[in-house]
């Protein structure tokens, strides 16, 4: 069964960065998408990155083109969420998700992260 723990998040100022981790286990990750979503209190979820496992092409939600990046290490079977600039409206809770056939239909989700951004 596939798992997928998150790290990394905290509470930050507004303009500071941060990297969330999401380490996978429990199958091989050929043909995978790899993602992290968000939701905020009282919110709909948030698609936030997305990342093809075997090159590496990514795509991300208008809320945080140029401010984030997604990547992968393959060799450590973790994906990670570099963002920066970051806005109290990025506060959010943060779900790293796996897709097993590239169709964004996210078949795996971690437990979530809590990032605070604070004014």
């Known amino acids: 069964q596939v798992q997928l723990v998150e790290s990394g998040g905290g509470l930050v100022q507004a303009g500071d960065s941060l990297r969330l981790s999401c380490a996978a286990s429990?199958?091989?990750?050929?043909?995978?998408?790899m993602g992290w979503f968000r939701q905020a209190p009282g919110q709909v979820r948030e698609f936030v990155a997305a990342?093809?496992?075997?090159?590496?092409?990514?795509h991300y939600g208008d809320a945080v083109k140029g401010r984030f990046t997604i990547s992968r290490d393959v060799a450590k079977n973790t994906v990670y969420l570099q963002m920066n600039s970051l806005k109290p409206e990025d506060t959010a809770v943060y779900y790293c998700?796996?897709?097993?056939?590239?169709?964004?239909?996210?078949?795996?989700w971690g437990q979530g992260t809590q990032v605070t951004v604070s004014s």
């Open positions: 429990g199958g091989t990750f050929s043909g995978y998408a």
């Open positions: 990342i093809s496992w075997n090159i590496g092409s990514t």
């Open positions: 998700v796996a897709d097993r056939t590239g169709s964004s239909v996210y078949d795996y």
